[in-house]
């Protein structure tokens, strides 16, 4: 494998079973008892490559999977298909206890600072417990030492350990959040969301001091999220997901520029510009549900180049001109 | 004493003064549980000696009836006993088997509703036995095991077991009660972020369900110990009053109130009444204070 490629998805299949109990599955119809069971297929195939240090953006609606893939990549969900890698090892099939080592060097920050901290835990314990759990060894001194380090780092004072998450304001908790995962040193953060519960102003202080921290750490990051602004500020690449699946991966710069898929070309035209007559494509229909995949191609439902080959045909991702990587047959045929 | 500033500033104390039920049920079951525990040292005669007690004096009235004696504040029951001293001594049995069965059933309800919240597997099996046991009522579980227990050990034996039987009896009868809250917090905590990010961590279940979840789940629990105790402590008055409880020469308030029940009609009603009056009276503070902590926990109340 490259040696420069600090976490690989391959395939990754996720889907849940929302049948309910055991007798839910029962199903009368046509004077038959029928078992069957409903499964929300919410990642289907998903392969991304995340070089070390650089910023891997994954952008799509909600309830595309973007952050069912976060967190099957973190192990929070054990995955249906696919692997994940981190260097060389194997990490999705892992116990427990020989996953541990992996958990210091892959940490997740969260989208909702309310929930993301124990509210009975003061800062200073919810910042210590990684420290104690990975390296047991450390002395109390060298503990409380860290975590005034890290405090430090994400610009929170150290003095703040006894004050508890509420007494905090949404873009403190983050810090704190962000924090937390930095304890462990880390050099994979998923983020999933985590400034999509702020304001626009603390939006940016966040951004920032993510975007810091990965110089001071080297840190690499996959960042979940909707707001394409942010992802262009942040990201190096990005990979757009439409309904579990992954339409385009490109350089961001490439993306905005030039997005190839016709899902991307409908999500940049949202972006609200000023000074331009709208220029919005507008898209028809509903995203279809993830319980029932239409055939074909996902998108297949909504897209104005639809053909037959689309309805019936999975596109795979192909390779094109400027590192792009798309899933569209229109593409493929040079139609778009 | 910056400790002592804190509780003194803190919101739980404002809102307890502020409110007239709070204090003044906290002040009567404060009297009671110090009249209780202190009973050896102020109660006027002791009751289980049976050196101190006359048959003579069996079924003297109150000290303000015509026939009362002064040595008698309450009068005196079937056997002689001075009813004050017996009923004090009596309270403090019957609390102590209703913090007993109380944490006795909390102890099994927070572990099963920890375990059968967090683990998927579990679920199933242990919320179904919580359902068969609370599809009994509580006191033919209770009436069942007593029964059991005292033809096991026979009446004179049972005597010296009876308190720690009925502790583990309530206890045993009314732990789902427990499980079955702590399971709906443990299912409203597990969604959250903060679980996600301790199983990022690494951390054990174990410890995520005893450090992470269990603190947020606590204020429930608190809440319904308080009802928990008022009725356990009627539990056990009710199999006393059957005949299950405990025995005579050590009563409880429920077995007082049934000693004195062969009596009221003929005109020895202060046997029966004066324990009674002290049980309800026990029940209704501690219910109260457990509704009025019901309320402080609730943020969703207005605390007026």
Known sequence: ???????????????????????????????????????????????????????????????????????????????EEGEVYYKNDRIDNLSEARRQPFRAHMQMVFQDPYASLNPRMTLGKILKEPICFHQPKLGKVAVA???????????????????????????????????????????????????????????????????????????????????????????????????????????????????????????????????????????????????????????????????????????????????????????????? | MAFLRKIQRSDFVYYFFRDPIAYISFGILLVLFVGAFAAPLIAPHNPYDPTTIDIMDSELPPVWASEGSARFLLGTDDMGRDMLSTMLYGMRISILIGLGAVLLQATIGIVVGLLSGYI?????????????QLSFSTYMIAIFIGATFQMMFGVANYEKIAAPLLILIIGLAEWPQYARTVRASVLAERRKEYIEAARIIG??????????????????????STVQVANAIMSEAALSFLGLGMPQNKPSLGSLITSGFEYIFSGTWWITIFPGILLVVLILVINLLGDWIRDYLNPKLYKG
């Open chain 2, 203 to 224: 951390l054990s279940r174990l410890r995520i369900m005893w450090r992470h979840i269990l603190p947020n789940t606590l204020s429930p629990v608190l809440v319904i």
């Open chain 1, 145 to 336: 030492e860290k975590v005034a380090l890290v405090m430090e780092q994400v610009g929170i004072d150290p003095d703040w350990h006894t004050r508890y998450s509420h007494e905090l304001s949404g873009g403190q908790r983050q810090r704190i959040s962000i924090a937390r995962a930095l304890t462990v040193e880390p050099d994979f953060i998923v983020a999933d969301e985590p400034i999509a519960a702020l304001d626009v102003s603390i939006q940016a202080q966040i951004l920032n001091l993510m975007m810091d921290l990965q110089e001071q750490n080297n840190l690499t990051y996959l960042f979940i999220s909707h707001d394409l602004s942010v992802v262009e500020h942040i990201s190096k690449r990005v990979a757009v997901m439409y309904l579990g699946s992954m339409c385009e991966l490109a350089q961001a710069k490439e993306l905005f520029q030039r997005p190839r898929h016709p899902y991307t070309q409908a999500l940049l035209s949202a972006i609200p510009q000023l000074g331009k007559a709208a220029s919005h494509e507008k898209l028809t229909g509903d995203v279809p549900s993830p319980i029932s995949l239409p055939s074909g191609c996902v998108f297949h439902t909504r897209c104005r180049h639809t053909n037959d080959r689309c309805r019936q045909e999975i596109p795979q991702l192909i390779d094109v001109e400027g590192g792009t990587q798309v899933a569209c047959h229109g593409v493929e045929e040079g139609r778009l």
């Open chain 1, 1 to 79: 494998m490259d040696p420069l490629i600090l976490v690989s998805i391959r395939n990754l299949v996720k889907r849940f079973d929302i049948t309910g109990g055991w007798l839910d599955q029962f199903r009368f119809s046509g004077g038959k008892i029928s078992k069957e069971r409903t499964v929300v297929r919410a990642v289907n195939g998903v392969s991304i490559d995340v070089a070390q240090g650089e910023t891997v953006s994954v952008v799509g609606e909600s309830g595309c999977g973007k952050s069912t893939l976060a967190r099957t990549v973190m192990g929070l969900y054990p995955p």
């Open chain 2, 120 to 132: 998927k597997k579990l679920d199933a099996i242990l919320m179904r036995i919580a359902d068969v």
